[in-house]
C-alpha cells in the first residue's frame, strides 16, 4: 500500500481528464453523492462494482 499524498485541485483534474486516475467520491451514501459529486468523479458503489476490471496499478484519487 502506499502512503496518501494531497494534490491541488489542478493536478487532480489533469490526471482525471488524462485518464491516468480516477476520481472516487468517498460517501458511502448515493444520495450525499448526488449533491456533492465533482465532475468526472463516480461514487463509492459504483467503484465498487467496477472494481474487478481496474489493474492493481491504477491511481485511485479519493475525495
Known amino acids: ?4 499524498v494531497q494534490l491541488s ?3 487532480v483534474y489533469l490526471k482525471v481528464i488524462s485518464e ?3 476520481l472516487i467520491c468517498a460517501y458511502r451514501d448515493d444520495e450525499e ?3 456533492i459529486n465533482l465532475e468526472g468523479s463516480m461514487s463509492l458503489s459504483e467503484f465498487y462494482s467496477l472494481l474487478p ?6 491511481e485511485i484519487i479519493f475525495y
Open 53 to 58: 476490471q481496474y489493474s492493481k496499478d491504477q
Open 9 to 11: 485541485p489542478e493536478e
Open 33 to 35: 453523492y448526488k449533491r
Open 1 to 4: 500500500m502506499t502512503e496518501a
Open 20 to 22: 491516468k486516475a480516477i
